[in-house]
């Protein structure tokens, strides 16, 4: 298997645990100083596991890798990314509604784990589609 191939793996890895919502192996596959950076914030692992859990937990957040391209150590994700807001999450009520909508994330992978992450989607869309206003 080429390098790009064993650094798509990763990130294939990666989107099955997350659809999951199994943090323990997300965390196991990003490099202890993982930088991970997205639409609501950046950090280490810690900052941003409780993010993901609310994403996870409130919105049923599922992502379909829609293409994966490598070059080198970076490998580009393009997903359908769908949810359903069905229980709290971000200090808001679950609405019941859902969501359809494309996100990217972008992957370092140094020594097979997740040196870096960053991550755009529509938040806006997303929020508007879920019910949820601003606070």
């Not at 914030?41 to 994966?68: A, C, K, N, T």
């Not at 992957?107 to 755009?120: D, H, P």
């Amino acid at each position: 298997m080429s390098p790009e191939e064993e650094n798509k793996a990763v990130v294939i890895r990666y989107v099955e645990a997350f659809n999951r919502g199994d943090l323990q192996a997300l965390r196991g596959l990003m490099a202890d100083d993982a930088e991970i950076q997205g639409v609501m914030g950046h950090g280490l692992f810690e900052r941003i596991e409780p993010v993901w859990r609310q994403l996870i937990d409130g919105y049923s957040m599922q992502l379909r890798i829609e293409e994966l391209v490598a070059e080198g150590r970076i490998v580009a994700a393009k997903y359908t990314e769908t949810g359903t807001f069905t229980r709290p999450a971000f200090g808001h009520e679950p609405t019941g509604k859902s969501y359809e909508l494309v996100a990217m994330e972008f992957f370092e992978i140094e020594g097979g784990k997740i040196k870096r992450r960053w991550g755009a989607r529509d938040s806006a869309s997303q929020l508007r589609h879920l019910g949820v206003t601003a606070s």
